[in-house]
C-alpha cells in the first residue's frame, strides 16, 4: 500500500510541475508579456523599465523557478482588467462553480445508474432500444446548444424555470453561515436545474452505456446465476450482487468524470450567466486577461490532480488487488 | 451466412495489407442495412461531405453577403411575390442562414478529419515506438500522455488559444495534439501483443529494417481498433470545435461556421428568433451523431466480441 502511495504521490508532483511548466510556456507564447502590463501609450524607456520590475529580461530558467516560487506562495499574478491579484478573483467565483459541478455530478452518477440498469435487465426489448437511442444521442448533444434550447423552450417557452441567476449555498456555508447557506437550498435548486443538467447530460449518456455494458458483463457471471439459484428475489440479485460490481468502472471515472464537467462549466456558465469560474475564464478570454485565463486554468488543473489522487487512494484502499500490486 | 463464412470472411479481411476485398465489403454494406441506424448515419455523412465540397454551387446565396432590408426573417417567410427567398431565415445581419449552414459543414468536416489524422499520426508513431522498444522510451512517453491527461483538455485548448490566437492553423493543431494520448495507448497495446508473433520474427528474419517492420509489418494489423477510435473522435473534435468557435477561439468570424452561428444566436435568443440557434445545433448534432453511430457498428463489425450486443 505505501509503495503504491508514495509511486502516485510522485506522479501527481510530476504532472503539476508539467501543468506549471505548460502554463508558463503559454504565456511566453504570446510574445514578450510586458506589454500586457504597460499602457498602449508608454513610451520605450517606460516599456523597459516595466520589463526589469517585472523580471521579464531574465533569462527562462530564472522566470520560470520565480514563476513556480511564486504560485507556491499563492502569487498568481495580477489580473489585468480587475487589477487585484487573479488567484483572488478566482477563488471568489469558485464556490459557484464547485455546486454547479457537483450537482451535474450527482446528476450524471445516480440519473445514469438505474437508466443502465434498466437497459441492461431488458435488453433487447423497447426499453432498452429507447434509452440507449437516447444515450447516443444525448453524447452528440453539443452542451451549449442543449442550453440554448432549453433556455428558449423551457426557460422562454414553457417559463417553467428562471434562465439566469443564483443563490449562493455554498459561499455563506464557507464563510462560517451555515444555517443561512442551508436556508438558500430551496431557492437556489429552480437555478441549478437547467446549467447543471446541460453540464451533465453528455456524462450521464456515456454512464448509463457504461454501466448497462458492465451490469451485461456481470449478470452473465457464475455468482449471479448461484445467487438466482438459491432463490433469491430479481430485486436483490440485482441491488445487493450485480449491482455492486457494475459500478466499480463508474467509481473508477469519478475522478476524470469531475475534470470532464469542470471543461464544461465556461461554456454552460456563459450561457445561463453563471456567476462562477467559467464565464470569469470566459470574459477572461475575451478581454484578453491572460494572467486571469492562466490562473483559472492552472487551480483547475491542481483541483483535477488532487482529486484523482484522492479517487485513485480511496479505490486502492477499497480494492485489495489494487493496493497489493 | 454460416459462422464458416464470418471467419473466412475476417482472415482474408485483416491478414491482407492490400485491403480488404470486395467480398468484405458487401458484408459491411449488408451489416449496415441490417442496422438500420449505420445506413442512416452514411446518408447524413454523405450529405454533410457532399455539402463541404459543393458549398459554393449548392448554396442558394452567398454566406457573408448582408442585406439589411431582409434581415431576422422568418424561416420560409413569403416575400411580395409570394416566394420563399429564405428557406432556413436571415439572421441580424440578413445573411442567408440555410448558405451560412452549407459553407459551415466545410470547417467542421475539415478541422475533424484533420485533427483527428494529426492526433492519430502523432499517436500511432509514438504510441508503436513505446510499444516495441519498450524500457525508457516506453517510461518517458507514456508518462507525458500521463501529464497530457491530467489537463482537462478544452481549457488546455482555451489557454494556448488564447494566446496563440484563433486561427484554422491554431485550432486544428492544438485540437490534433490534444488527441494523440488515445491513439498512443491503443498502438501501444497493440504493437505489444504483436510484436513476438511469428510473421513479425519472419519480417526481422529477412533483415527488414525497424521502420519497415513498425510500419509495414505491424502497423496494418493493428489498424481496425484504431480506426474505431478515430470514428468516436472525429464525433469529439468537431463538438470540441464547435465549442472552441462558440468561445469565439476558433477561425475568424468572416467564415460561417456551426458553432460561430450559435454564438452569434445568442443575442437574439430573449428576442425568440429560435431558428438562428435551432439549426446550426441540429446540424452540429446530426453530424456528431452519425460519426458515433458509425463508430458503433464498425466496433461491432470489425470485432463482434467487444460488442455491446454481441
Known sequence: MWTYIVRRLIQSVIVIIGVTLISFTALQMSGDPTYLYVSERASDEEIALARQKLGF????????????????????????????????????????????????????????????????????????????????????????????????????????????????????????????????????????????????LFSLSRNARLVRSS????????????????????????????????????????????GFLLSGVVVVETIF????????????????????????????????????????????????????? | MSSQDIEEDEVDGFAEDAGPPR???????????????????????????????????LAPKDPNRQNIIARLKEPLTENRAGKVEYVLGTDALGRDVLSRLIYGARISLVVGLTAVFIGGAIGIVLGMVAGYFGGWIDDVIMRLADIQLAFPF???????????????????????????????????????????????????ALGASTSS???????????????????????????????????????????????GMLAESRDQLLAGRWWLATFPGVAIMLTVLSFNILGDWLRDFLDPRLGENG
Not at chain 1, 455563506?172 to 447543471?196: D, F, K, Q, S, T
Not at chain 2, 441490417?34 to 454551387?57: C, D, K, Q, S, Y
Open chain 2, 23 to 57: 467480398r468484405e465489403w458487401r458484408r459491411a454494406w449488408r451489416s449496415m442495412v441490417r442496422g438500420g441506424w449505420p445506413i442512416f448515419a452514411l446518408l447524413i455523412l454523405v450529405g454533410v461531405t457532399f455539402a463541404a465540397a459543393f458549398g459554393p454551387e
Open chain 2, 154 to 204: 478544452i481549457l488546455l485548448a482555451i489557454m494556448f488559444l488564447v494566446v496563440l490566437g484563433p486561427g484554422v492553423v491554431n485550432l486544428v493543431l492544438i485540437l490534433g495534439i490534444g488527441q494523440w494520448v488515445t491513439y498512443a495507448r491503443i498502438a501501444r497495446g497493440q504493437t505489444i501483443s504483436q510484436r513476438e508473433k511469428d510473421y513479425v520474427e519472419a519480417a526481422r
Open chain 1, 215 to 258: 451490469m451485461l458483463e456481470v449478470l452473465s457471471q457464475d455468482f449471479v446465476r448461484t445467487a438466482r439459484a438459491k432463490g433469491l428475489a430479481e430485486r436483490r440479485v440485482i441491488s445487493d450482487h450485480a449491482l455492486r460490481n457494475a459500478w466499480l468502472p463508474v467509481v473508477t471515472m469519478i475522478g476524470l468524470e469531475f
Open chain 1, 57 to 200: 529580461d531574465r533569462p527562462y530558467y530564472v522566470q520560470y523557478l520565480t514563476f513556480v516560487a511564486n504560485l507556491a506562495q499563492g502569487d498568481f499574478g495580477e489580473s489585468l482588467s480587475y487589477r487585484t491579484p487573479a488567484l483572488d478573483v478566482v477563488l471568489e467565483r469558485f464556490p459557484a462553480t464547485i455546486e454547479l459541478t457537483a450537482v451535474a455530478m450527482v446528476i450524471a452518477i445516480f440519473g445514469a445508474i438505474p437508466l443502465g440498469v434498466m437497459a441492461a435487465r431488458r435488453r433487447g426489448r423497447p426499453t432498452d432500444g429507447t434509452i440507449m437511442t437516447l444515450a447516443i444521442i444525448g453524447q452528440s448533444i453539443p452542451s451549449f446548444w442543449l442550453g440554448i434550447m432549453l433556455i428558449l423552450f423551457v426557460g422562454l417557452g414553457l417559463g417553467w424555470l428562471p434562465i439566469s441567476g443564483h443563490v449562493p449555498v455554498l459561499k455563506p456555508i464557507l464563510e462560517g453561515h451555515v444555517l443561512e447557506g442551508l436556508r438558500n437550498i430551496p431557492a437556489a435548486v429552480p437555478y441549478l436545474i437547467m446549467p447543471a443538467f446541460t453540464i451533465a
Open chain 2, 213 to 259: 517492420i513498425l510500419f509495414r509489418t505491424i502497423l496494418p494489423n493493428i489498424l481496425a481498433p484504431l480506426t474505431v477510435i478515430a470514428s468516436f473522435n472525429v464525433a469529439s473534435v468537431i463538438l470540441a470545435e464547435a465549442a472552441l468557435s462558440f468561445l469565439g477561439l476558433g477561425v475568424p468570424p468572416t467564415v460561417p461556421t456551426w458553432g
Open chain 1, 273 to 325: 450567466s453563471w456567476p462562477g469560474v467559467g464565464r470569469l475564464v470566459f470574459n477572461a478570454i475575451n478581454q484578453r486577461d491572460i494572467p486571469l485565463v492562466q490562473t483559472a486554468v492552472v487551480i483547475f488543473s491542481f483541483v483535477f490532480v488532487l482529486l484523482n489522487l484522492a479517487v485513485d487512494l480511496v479505490y486502492a484502499w477499497l480494492d485489495p488487488r489494487i493496493r497489493l500490486r
